[in-house]
């Protein structure tokens, strides 16, 4: 069965302690995995995606990484701002079904 | 190039009354998909849409459904509603699905009392 697992749930940072999430993915034949990030009440915003093992892509203080059995988002020297719910989520196996982790919960502390 | 909208942002009903959710996708995206959000089960996936035919559908009971227009656009409703379905729910589109990058819309608070 196709599954997403994200680590940790909640974390807090101080601004500027540079620290990464974790989504780890089993799924046959990878088609994508993207990140999101969502504040409280409003939609995802598309972050990231991903296709290939080896593949990363930056943004401002946001960096993913994908491996063949997890995706690392790394946030360099945070600020409060950042502060935000991160998901992750992958296309399931043969369906136009995306499935998403739970998330991420950050809090940024100034 | 405007966003995905969805309409309306906030709604309060009760148990057993039906509601109609709507969304209209980025211009030249062809599939939508509907999501459920809570804070205990995070997003759960409803169906998705692509030329006004379902192509899946997730786990949930056939009081919720969806349609497609020829426009893309897209409306979901739950009928007989339950105290449960009290959610966040978030329509994304793409250009075609599968692997495409999916853009969200702002959600439609419904609230059942």
């Known amino acids: 069965e196709d599954q997403v697992t994200q680590s940790p749930e909640a974390l807090r940072l101080q601004e500027g302690e540079s620290s990464s999430l974790n989504c780890s993915y089993t799924?046959?034949?990878?088609?994508?995995l993207f990140w999101y990030r969502q504040d409280p009440g409003k939609g995802p915003e598309f972050l990231f995606t991903?296709?290939?093992a080896g593949e990363e892509k930056e943004k401002e203080r946001l960096k993913a990484t994908l491996t063949k059995k997890e995706s690392f988002l790394h946030i360099t020297a945070p600020k409060p701002e950042d502060s935000a719910t991160y998901l992750c989520?992958?296309?399931?196996?043969?369906?136009?079904?995306?499935?998403f982790g739970t998330g991420t919960r950050l809090k940024v502390l100034a | 190039k405007a966003g995905v909208t969805q309409t309306p942002r906030y709604l309060i009903k009760t148990r057993g009354q039906q509601v109609t959710l709507s969304c209209s996708p980025i211009?030249?995206?062809?599939?939508v998909s509907w999501y459920q959000q809570t804070p205990g089960q995070g997003l759960q996936f409803l169906f998705e849409y692509f030329s006004e035919t379902q192509r899946n559908k997730g786990n949930f009971p056939g009081r919720f459904s969806g349609r497609q227009f020829s426009n893309s656009r897209s409306e979901m409703n739950v009928s007989t509603l339950e105290l449960g379905d009290s959610a966040l729910y978030l329509c994304?589109?793409?250009?075609?699905?599968?692997?495409?990058?999916?853009?969200f819309g702002p959600g439609t608070r419904l609230t059942v009392l």
């Open positions: 211009s030249g995206h062809r599939s």
């Open positions: 991903l296709y290939s």
């Open positions: 799924v046959s034949g990878l088609r994508g």
């Open positions: 994304a589109s793409s250009l075609a699905g599968a692997t495409d990058t999916q853009y």
């Open positions: 989520a992958v296309p399931c196996s043969g369906t136009y079904k995306y499935i």
